[in-house]
């Protein structure tokens, strides 16, 4: 076989079989096929498409191209969820500990962030002392004891992904859609889920800036995973505004608590609990999406959700008492409120400048290896369609540093107050 006609062949247009697509994922990734051919094939691929068998087929060479994850230790469905990212988006803090209060094991794995959208890990760090550098054995231990445990992405996971990924990044081909849709199935079928729940954002502050691209990766994402035997659902969810109030690391943490308790933000809320309750549905914990939004709503109004995730800080090093008392989370030193200049009605609210200012404030990695500042962040006090009265509070300004004039320069372009009021749904599709 020769990349020659492989490529030839997808930019004519035709179908590529499983043992070609087996070819080139195992010959880019042993180095015998060069970077050029392989960024010819890409670009023809982002001009022609690919059908769900050869994106199917895709996922899985890249799957085995690295180590995947064995949770067969770990009795029942595991049920993993993936987010295609978003600022503030603190949904799976919350879920671990929701669903696994419902019986569900969650074994996580999660990243660390770079650029403007916070990782999992990051956030869980500014918990003192917990920490995700856990053996494997140790980790499947715990799931098994306290239904939660998370640990961070392992480098063996789905090495051709990485490859790829960084060969899309500098050649304009990250965005085609079976390409990103196989990246996203592969490491989660990596990292051993049996199951997989999708939140695909549409929006300004997302990937997919229209609802029609998200509904394509959503739909091409359930294929794959249906193909290849993992029960798959997506919901398309909005984002043309940040999830909650907070954006930074420990600001989401204290919102990620509150909304454990019953007392956080009703959009974060309403995510949380309709992602979770697929989980539990496809976990066989419930049959239906109404029974589990109430076993979730009963675990969240008793409390034990909250003590779930006590008991899972506790596990991880981590000091649980901040579950009651917030306070110990890092405090910023400054807080500084920016007032509105203006009445009307809030109409655009732009999650990546919201992003922007956390990040330019340190809560955001520049480069992989930069230290973040965990207390650092942006408190947003109205939503899209609140009114506005002039001097009314925006955005808290969380701090270290009493200069941050910089800061309000970019929350000066982060909204728009009009004089009509729009409506904003959170949860505009379900695909299975
Ligand atoms: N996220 C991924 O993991 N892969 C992509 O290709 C795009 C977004
Ligand atoms: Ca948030």
Same mark, same amino acid.
């Given at each position: 076989?020769?990349? @020659?006609?492989? =490529?030839?062949?997808?930019?004519?247009?035709?179908?590529?079989?499983?043992?070609?697509?087996?070819? =080139?994922?195992?010959?880019?990734?042993?180095?015998?096929?060069?970077?050029?051919?392989?960024?010819?094939?890409?670009?023809?691929?982002?001009?022609?498409?690919?059908?769900?068998?050869?994106?199917?087929?895709?996922?899985?060479?890249?799957?085995?191209?690295?180590?995947?994850?064995?949770?067969?230790?770990?009795?029942?469905?595991?049920?993993?969820?993936?987010?295609?990212?978003?600022?503030? #988006?603190?949904?799976?803090?919350?879920?671990?500990?929701?669903?696994?209060?419902?019986?569900?094991?969650?074994?996580?794995?999660?990243?660390?962030?770079?650029?403007?959208?916070?990782?999992?890990?990051?956030?869980?760090?500014?918990?003192?002392?917990?920490? *995700?550098?856990?053996?494997?054995?140790?980790? *499947?231990?715990?799931?098994?004891?306290?239904?939660?445990?998370?640990?961070?992405?392992?480098?063996?996971?789905?090495?051709? #992904?990485?490859?790829?990924?960084?060969?899309?990044?500098?050649?304009? !081909?990250?965005?085609?859609?079976?390409?990103?849709? %196989? %990246?996203?199935?592969?490491?989660?079928?990596?990292?051993?889920?049996?199951?997989?729940?999708?939140?695909?954002? +549409?929006?300004?502050?997302?990937?997919?800036?229209?609802?029609?691209?998200?509904?394509?990766?959503?739909?091409?994402?359930?294929?794959?995973?249906?193909?290849?035997?993992?029960?798959?659902?997506?919901?398309?969810?909005?984002?043309?505004?940040?999830?909650?109030?907070? *954006?930074?690391?420990?600001?989401?943490?204290?919102?990620? =608590?509150?909304?454990?308790?019953?007392?956080?933000?009703?959009?974060? +809320?309403?995510?949380? *609990?309709?992602?979770? %309750?697929?989980?539990?549905?496809?976990?066989?914990?419930?049959?239906?999406?109404?029974?589990?939004?109430?076993?979730?709503?009963?675990?969240?109004?008793?409390?034990?959700?909250?003590?779930?995730?006590?008991?899972?800080?506790?596990?991880?090093?981590? #000091?649980?008492?901040?579950?009651?008392?917030? %306070?110990?989370?890092?405090?910023? !030193?400054?807080?500084? =409120?920016?007032?509105?200049?203006?009445?009307? @009605?809030?109409?655009?609210l732009i999650a990546d400048q919201l992003g922007k200012a956390a990040m330019a404030l340190g809560a955001g990695r520049q480069t992989k290896n930069s230290v973040i500042d965990l207390a650092v962040g942006i408190l947003v006090h109205k939503k899209l369609g609140n009114t506005v009265?002039?001097?009314?509070?925006?955005? +808290?300004?969380?701090?270290?540093?009493?200069?941050?004039?910089?800061i309000e320069r970019i929350l000066d372009t982060s909204f728009e107050i009009d004089n009509y009021e729009i409506k904003d749904s959170l949860i505009l599709e379900t695909i299975n």
């Amino acid at each position: 076989m020769h990349m @020659y006609d492989v =490529i030839e062949k997808k930019r004519d247009g035709f179908e590529l079989t499983s043992s070609e697509i087996q070819f =080139i994922i195992k010959n880019y990734t042993n180095g015998t096929i060069p970077d050029y051919q392989m960024s010819a094939l890409l670009m023809a691929i982002y001009f022609k498409g690919m059908n769900p068998r050869e994106s199917a087929d895709l996922t899985m060479e890249m799957v085995r191209s690295g180590e995947i994850v064995d949770l067969s230790q770990i009795p029942g469905i595991k049920v993993d969820k993936h987010s295609t990212g978003g600022v503030g #988006d603190t949904t799976t803090l919350i879920l671990g500990p929701l669903v696994a209060s419902a019986g569900v094991y969650v074994a996580k794995m999660s990243g660390r962030g770079l650029g403007h959208t916070g990782g999992t890990i990051d956030k869980l760090e500014s918990i003192k002392g917990f920490h *995700v550098e856990i053996e494997n054995d140790k980790f *499947v231990e715990l799931v098994k004891k306290n239904h939660l445990a998370i640990i961070g992405q392992s480098e063996k996971l789905a090495p051709a #992904d990485k490859l790829l990924y960084s060969l899309r990044d500098v050649t304009a !081909t990250v965005n085609s859609i079976p390409l990103i849709a %196989s %990246s996203i199935m592969s490491k989660k079928i990596a990292s051993g889920a049996d199951a997989i729940v999708l939140d695909v954002k +549409t929006g300004a502050g997302a990937f997919m800036k229209n609802k029609r691209d998200a509904k394509i990766l959503a739909e091409t994402m359930v294929e794959i995973g249906t193909m290849v035997g993992k029960k798959t659902v997506a919901i398309i969810s909005n984002m043309e505004q940040p999830l909650g109030y907070a *954006v930074g690391n420990a600001l989401e943490v204290k919102e990620a =608590i509150e909304t454990l308790k019953g007392k956080g933000p009703k959009d974060l +809320t309403e995510l949380s *609990v309709e992602l979770g %309750s697929h989980m539990l549905v496809l976990a066989n914990k419930a049959d239906s999406i109404k029974e589990a939004k109430d076993i979730l709503l009963k675990n969240i109004e008793n409390g034990r959700a909250a003590e779930y995730f006590k008991t899972f800080i506790k596990a991880q090093g981590g #000091d649980e008492r901040v579950v009651d008392e917030p %306070s110990l989370l890092p405090q910023a !030193t400054y807080k500084t =409120i920016y007032y509105a200049k203006e009445s009307g @009605y809030l109409t655009r609210l732009i999650a990546d400048q919201l992003g922007k200012a956390a990040m330019a404030l340190g809560a955001g990695r520049q480069t992989k290896n930069s230290v973040i500042d965990l207390a650092v962040g942006i408190l947003v006090h109205k939503k899209l369609g609140n009114t506005v009265s002039k001097g009314d509070p925006l955005f +808290t300004i969380h701090s270290n540093n009493s200069d941050v004039s910089h800061i309000e320069r970019i929350l000066d372009t982060s909204f728009e107050i009009d004089n009509y009021e729009i409506k904003d749904s959170l949860i505009l599709e379900t695909i299975n």
